[in-house]
């Protein structure tokens, strides 16, 4: 936050200031006056705070938020993250329509956003997690991470910001030249720009802005997808420098934030979903509908939609529904839409056909039922059948979702077709590659590593990384020299996860020090130190892991993944009741969740205790996921303890899971031989033969039972 000597860091940097914009620009900037963007983070006083602050009480699940002004200072008395309550100063506004939040100062230097929030269009407090039971101290609770204006809010809301986290003294010096998003937040520096109007050299070429009217379609909406994104951040600080992919990664259309067809479903501020769109394709950007500088639809109603479409569209013989009702609507059937944080209405920027039949197929939304709540997908798809026809176009959707349904061909067509959308290719190169693939499909998404998309190489190299396939590091290295940031940082994790040395290699050096500015700017995120601590148990730097992991969990206790890997670290150290501890603690705060059931059991089975191993093996077996190993290794300690029937039935029980296992059938041949079962043996051991028909010590075993 702003600080003294803020002034001095603007000055002495290329930023400016819109005061320096206004003389030549007064036209945009009375645009942008009042904007949302202008308006995205203020000063609290009584002129910008919206909220009733007259003594006024909300409760919600038992905690109460007072709101009441004193010496004309804005305050709210609200329990701390130890279920305590304190008067907290409300010191900054964020945003202003259709809700307004309010931000309060912490001793570290973090700025925390307040869990209830102001409704400015019906003139009350609510809260933005309604649904959610919340401890004091969770991540998502208004004292955690995810409601921290440094960590989750900033880097969008204000202008040359800088987070400064220090992961040492876990303190933030965050500073901005400018509190909202000012002109420069867009434009780039402006320092060079405003010298050369104030003295115009007739002989040099004005210096260009980041942001201009000259920019490429799909380079404009890169700009904005800065902010406009689902995306996490990859460098220390925003230069202004590059392509929008060299310092951030974008969500891919993955649940839960898209629907299985793509549709937006958590928040995705509208970059995910515009990217899948044939306008976006065909070069619309953000402004052929939105004012650059006020932010409004430059037309109202289907007029928008009637500056490039024909007039025919706006027709009861296209729409089938009344004049000017809302059915007649463009964006009602072409821009469904979502409420999130609990009052604010956002359009999916898809521009999709609705598809009612792939909602009877595959259970996606659909904009009809979305109106017609009282009728049934079957319905609408009926309907769309007798208007339109049963033909639909060749979407990308029809892939990704039958892709999802098992059909893996289809995810491949997609992937292999470069007139997709890239974001829908790289998708479905995700889902693709968390299947089991044989050595030749693994082989064919080598070619995937010299792809025209970015995201679509930097999802093949992740693919690698997934096969733990180190035949491929020659295919992969040139990578390291990627023209984009995210494909190099993407190069260096797979070399750094696959155990490869590669001292000496130059672009690998240059590229991992791109990675660890990655994971410093990720370091107030508990999934940032656990990232840290892979890092450093890849590098052999155990005691620095187990570090980042403890960090990771002081962030947000529950973050279970960085407790389950902290767990096996500490027990290879010898502190084996920690281990259990921590295994007990995941059991704990997920009592579904098979993995910590499962890791326990091997734990108590280490240390020789058989009782306690048979029970947490016992219980992985009906958890989730459904886990084979856990199967396999009860199966086995039922064996050592001469449990054989059991062994056996458990098996019988995964083999429903996972039918052509052949551990698991090797199993069930032992126990079956164990208790001498002649004939049952002798029929798993074929099967056995049938799977691994070379194997010699099933046909060794096959003769021995003959009958």
Same mark, same amino acid.
Request: hydrophobic share 30%; aromatic share 10%.
């Given at each position: 936050?702003?600080?003294?000597?803020?002034?001095?860091?603007?000055?002495?940097?290329?930023?400016?200031?819109?005061?320096?914009?206004?003389?030549?620009?007064?036209?945009?900037?009375?645009?942008?006056?009042?904007?949302?963007?202008?308006?995205a983070?203020?000063?609290?006083?009584?002129?910008?705070?919206?909220?009733?602050?007259?003594?006024k009480?909300?409760?919600?699940?038992?905690?109460?938020?007072?709101?009441?002004?004193?010496?004309?200072?804005?305050?709210?008395?609200?329990?701390?993250?130890?279920?305590?309550?304190?008067?907290?100063?409300?010191?900054?506004?964020f945003?202003?329509?259709?809700?307004?939040?309010?931000?309060?100062?912490?001793?570290?230097?973090?700025?925390?956003?307040?869990?209830?929030?102001?409704?400015?269009?019906?003139?009350?407090?609510?809260?933005?997690?309604?649904?959610?039971?919340?401890?004091?101290?969770?991540?998502?609770?208004?004292?955690?991470?995810?409601?921290?204006?440094?960590?989750?809010?900033?880097?969008?809301?204000?202008?040359?910001?800088?987070?400064?986290?220090?992961?040492?003294?876990?303190?933030?010096?965050?500073?901005?030249?400018?509190?909202?998003?000012?002109?420069?937040?867009c434009?780039?520096?402006?320092?060079?720009?405003?010298?050369?109007?104030?003295?115009?050299?007739?002989?040099?070429?004005?210096p260009k802005?980041y942001?201009?009217?000259?920019?490429?379609?799909?380079?404009?909406?890169?700009?904005?997808?800065?902010?406009?994104?689902?995306?996490?951040?990859?460098?220390?600080?925003f230069?202004?420098?590059?392509?929008?992919?060299?310092?951030?990664?974008?969500?891919?259309?993955?649940?839960?934030?898209y629907?299985?067809?793509?549709?937006?479903?958590?928040?995705d501020?509208?970059?995910?979903?515009?990217?899948?769109?044939?306008?976006?394709?065909?070069?619309?950007?953000?402004?052929?509908?939105?004012?650059?500088?006020?932010?409004?639809?430059?037309?109202?109603?289907?007029?928008?939609?009637?500056?490039?479409?024909?007039?025919?569209?706006?027709?009861?013989?296209?729409?089938?529904?009344?004049?000017?009702?809302?059915?007649?609507?463009?964006?009602?059937?072409?821009?469904?839409?979502?409420?999130?944080?609990?009052?604010?209405?956002?359009?999916?920027?898809?521009?999709?056909?609705?598809?009612?039949?792939?909602?009877?197929?595959?259970?996606?939304?659909?904009?009809?039922?979305?109106?017609?709540?009282?009728?049934?997908?079957?319905?609408a798809?009926?309907?769309?059948?007798?208007?339109?026809?049963?033909?639909?176009?060749?979407?990308?959707s029809?892939?990704?979702?039958?892709?999802?349904?098992?059909?893996?061909?289809?995810?491949?067509?997609?992937?292999?077709q470069?007139?997709?959308?890239?974001?829908?290719?790289?998708?479905?190169?995700?889902?693709?590659?968390?299947?089991?693939?044989?050595p030749?499909?693994?082989?064919?998404?080598?070619?995937?590593?010299?792809?025209p998309?970015i995201?679509?190489?930097?999802?093949?190299?992740?693919?690698?990384?997934?096969?733990?396939?180190?035949?491929?590091?020659?295919?992969?290295?040139?990578?390291?020299?990627?023209?984009?940031?995210l494909?190099?940082?993407s190069?260096?994790?797979?070399?750094?996860?696959?155990?490869?040395?590669?001292?000496?290699?130059?672009?690998?050096?240059?590229?991992?020090?791109?990675y660890?500015?990655?994971?410093?700017?990720s370091?107030?995120?508990?999934?940032?130190?656990?990232?840290?601590?892979?890092?450093?148990?890849?590098?052999?730097?155990?005691?620095?892991?187990?570090?980042?992991?403890?960090?990771?969990?002081e962030?947000?206790?529950?973050y279970?993944?960085?407790?389950?890997?902290?767990? %096996?670290?500490?027990?290879?150290?010898? =502190?084996?009741?920690? #281990?259990? /501890?921590?295994?007990? $603690?995941? *059991?704990? +705060?997920? !009592?579904?969740?098979?993995?910590?059931?499962y890791?326990?059991?091997?734990?108590?089975?280490?240390?020789?205790?058989?009782?306690?191993?048979?029970?947490?093996?016992?219980?992985?077996?009906?958890?989730?996921?459904?886990?084979?190993?856990?199967?396999?290794?009860?199966?086995?300690?039922?064996?050592?303890?001469?449990?054989?029937?059991?062994?056996?039935?458990?098996?019988?029980?995964?083999l429903?899971?996972?039918?052509?296992?052949?551990?698991?059938?090797?199993?069930?041949? %032992?126990?079956?031989?164990?208790?001498? =079962?002649?004939?049952? #043996?002798? /029929?798993?051991?074929? $099967?056995? *033969?049938? +799977?691994? !028909?070379?194997?010699?010590?099933?046909?060794?075993?096959?003769?021995?039972?003959?009958?």
């Open positions: 936050m702003p600080k003294d000597n803020i002034q001095n860091k603007v000055q002495n940097s290329k930023f400016v200031g819109k005061e320096a914009c206004i003389k030549c620009h007064k036209s945009e900037y009375d645009s942008w006056n009042g904007s949302h963007h202008q308006l983070m203020q000063i609290g006083n009584a002129k910008t705070i919206l909220g009733n602050f007259d003594n009480t909300f409760e919600h699940k038992g905690i109460k938020h007072t709101f009441f002004k004193k010496d004309s200072i804005f305050y709210v008395n609200t329990a701390d993250k130890n279920g305590e309550y304190h008067d907290y100063k409300i010191e900054y506004t945003g202003v329509t259709p809700l307004q939040q309010y931000i309060v100062k912490f001793p570290n230097g973090a700025y925390q956003c307040l869990i209830t929030a102001w409704d400015t269009e019906k003139n009350k407090w609510f809260h933005l997690q309604p649904h959610l039971e919340l401890a004091h101290n969770e991540w998502i609770n208004w004292t955690g991470g995810a409601m921290r204006w440094n960590t989750a809010c900033a880097d969008c809301h204000s202008t040359n910001l800088k987070k400064d986290f220090n992961q040492t003294t876990s303190n933030f010096n965050t500073t901005y030249s400018e509190i909202n998003v000012s002109c420069e937040a434009h780039g520096p402006a320092r060079d720009h405003v010298s050369f109007y104030k003295n115009p050299n007739k002989n040099s070429i004005a802005l942001m201009s009217k000259s920019l490429a379609s799909k380079s404009l909406v890169e700009k904005c997808a800065r902010c406009h994104s689902r995306r996490s951040q990859i460098t220390k600080k230069d202004y420098e590059g392509h929008f992919l060299d310092h951030y990664n974008p969500s891919l259309l993955i649940s839960p934030i629907e299985l067809d793509g549709q937006i479903k958590d928040e501020y509208v970059y995910g979903s515009f990217t899948q769109s044939k306008m976006y394709q065909s070069g619309v950007t953000c402004l052929d509908c939105h004012d650059a500088h006020s932010l409004k639809l430059k037309r109202t109603g289907n007029n928008l939609c009637l500056k490039c479409h024909e007039p025919k569209y706006n027709s009861k013989s296209h729409h089938y529904h009344k004049a000017n009702s809302n059915g007649s609507q463009c964006i009602n059937c072409h821009m469904t839409g979502k409420t999130y944080m609990g009052n604010d209405f956002r359009r999916d920027h898809s521009f999709r056909i609705p598809r009612p039949d792939q909602s009877v197929k595959y259970g996606t939304p659909n904009a009809c039922n979305g109106c017609h709540k009282d009728k049934t997908p079957e319905w798809s009926k309907f769309i059948n007798s208007k339109y026809g049963t033909k639909r176009p060749d979407h990308f029809n892939y990704l979702l039958a892709g999802y349904h098992g059909e893996q061909i289809a995810l491949y067509t997609l992937l292999s470069s007139t997709f959308p890239e974001i829908t290719r790289a998708t479905a190169l995700y889902k693709y590659t968390n299947h089991q693939l044989s030749k499909e693994i082989n064919d998404i080598r070619k995937f590593l010299n792809d998309s995201l679509v190489r930097n999802e093949a190299i992740r693919a690698f990384e997934k096969f733990n396939s180190k035949s491929h590091f020659a295919s992969i290295e040139p990578l390291l020299r990627d023209s984009v940031r494909v190099r940082i190069a260096v994790k797979f070399f750094n996860n696959m155990g490869a040395n590669m001292s000496g290699n130059s672009s690998f050096e240059k590229a991992e020090k791109e660890l500015d990655e994971l410093e700017i370091a107030d995120f508990a999934t940032g130190q656990h990232q840290i601590a892979i890092y450093h148990e890849h590098k052999g730097h155990i005691d620095l892991a187990i570090q980042a992991y403890r960090k990771s969990l962030i947000d206790n529950r279970n993944m960085s407790r389950m890997n902290l767990a %096996i670290l500490v027990y290879k150290q010898g =502190q084996i009741e920690e #281990a259990k /501890n921590l295994y007990l $603690k995941v *059991i704990e +705060l997920e !009592p579904e969740y098979s993995n910590s059931y890791m326990l059991g091997l734990l108590y089975n280490e240390i020789g205790d058989a009782k306690n191993a048979l029970k947490y093996l016992s219980e992985a077996c009906y958890k989730k996921p459904v886990n084979i190993r856990a199967f396999y290794n009860y199966a086995l300690k039922l064996q050592a303890e001469s449990q054989n029937q059991k062994s056996i039935k458990i098996i019988n029980e995964a429903n899971f996972f039918p052509d296992n052949e551990r698991l059938l090797y199993v069930k041949l %032992i126990g079956e031989i164990n208790l001498k =079962q002649d004939i049952s #043996a002798y /029929n798993t051991c074929s $099967k056995l *033969i049938k +799977l691994s !028909p070379n194997n010699e010590n099933y046909q060794q075993i096959l003769k021995s039972l003959n009958m």
